[in-house]
């Protein structure tokens, strides 16, 4: 069951004295991941109600790995098209399809945008028999 609020149920294991800072940080940047960023108000509050200034910086280096920490309406524009698969066969466990997928399928058919992917949009012709690619 998806969580319709999280920061609702997130807060109250965050004031909690009894966990320890390191397990706090991993609950923020759960949040951050669920959610692909967050405000910087709305993080500053968390770190600074959290009591974890001193550590911010676990949670703020995360940008330099590309990570939404901060959302913007900018990086929410870029996303990579989903394919529709409701028609195809799936199993009883598996009903999600990893983005990668699509992305390695536009690929194979030389569909990528050249701005999102510099370096696949040149792609060799596929190979007929004739010569090396």
């Not at 770190?47 to 330099?64: A, F, G, P």
């Not at 997928?101 to 701005?115: T, Y």
Request: aromatic content about 8%; overall charge neutral; glycine content about 2%.
């Amino acid at each position: 069951q998806k969580v319709k609020d999280s920061m609702r149920v997130l807060l109250p294991v965050l004031l909690k004295k009894s966990h320890e800072s390191y397990d706090k940080i991993r609950a923020i940047l759960l949040y951050i991941f669920s959610t692909n960023g967050t405000t910087q108000e709305n993080l500053d509050k968390l770190i600074q109600n959290v009591q974890i200034e001193s550590d911010s910086d676990m949670i703020r280096n995360w940008k330099y790995l590309d990570v939404p920490v901060i959302s913007s309406p900018v990086a929410q524009q870029h996303k990579h098209p989903r394919r529709d698969r409701s028609s195809e066969e799936t199993f009883q466990l598996s009903r999600w399809t990893p983005v990668i997928k699509d992305v390695m399928e536009d690929a194979i058919e030389n569909k990528l945008d050249s701005k999102d992917w510099p370096y696949c949009s040149q792609c060799p012709p596929t190979w007929n028999g004739s010569g090396i690619v």
